[in-house]
Nanobody, 124 residues
Framework: QVQLVESGGGLVQAGGSLRLSCAAS????????MGWFRQAPGKEREFVAA????????YYPDSLKGRFIISRDNAKNTVFLQMSSLKPEDTAVYYC?????????????????WGQGTQVTVSS
């Protein structure tokens, strides 16, 4: 089992930046691809970013490229999501997720483990 705990959410003004963290614990040995998803009220959970276990590849939806950056520090078992130029439509609960293997996953069903989420609110 892998436990994931997100942190770093909060209230930020439009145009601002925020960095989310996801700390992993438990059976963290092995090659886990890590991802971030978000879910706004009344909407489905959507893919935000993913990173391979060694950080050599990252994946983003076209709509978020250039504003969001995913990174990881395996020594600390932590994944980060740096968000910049935030917009009100970025308001959502942000979830960290993990899956075994290297293939990028952009769908929620492809991930085995999930955190509880952290709220990000962007005011206009």
């Amino acid at each position: 089992q892998v436990q994931l705990v997100e942190s770093g959410g909060g209230l930020v003004q439009a145009g601002g930046s925020l960095r989310l963290s996801c700390a992993a614990s438990g059976r963290t040995s092995g090659s886990y691809l890590m991802g971030w998803f978000r879910q706004a009220p009344g909407k489905e959970r959507e893919f935000v970013a993913a990173i391979t276990w060694n950080g050599d590849s990252t994946y983003y939806p076209d709509s978020l490229k250039g504003r969001f950056i995913i990174s990881r520090d395996n020594a600390k078992n932590t994944v980060f999501l740096q968000m910049s130029s935030l917009k009100p439509e970025d308001t959502a609960v942000y979830y960290c997720a993990a899956r075994r293997g290297r293939a990028p996953g952009t769908h929620t069903y492809e991930y085995e483990y999930w955190g509880q989420g952290t709220q990000v609110t962007v005011s206009s």
